[in-house]
């Protein structure tokens, strides 16, 4: 389960990371 939680976050903050990106580009 520990396992499985690690990754699912790991997958969640890359997607917000890229996101907010996207914005910040957008707004720029």
Do not use: K, N, P
């Not at 903050?13 to 990106?21: A, D, F, H, P």
């Amino acid at each position: 389960m520990g396992r499985h939680s690690a990754r699912a976050f790991t997958l969640i903050e890359l997607v917000v990371v890229i996101t907010i990106l996207g914005i910040l580009a957008a707004f720029a």
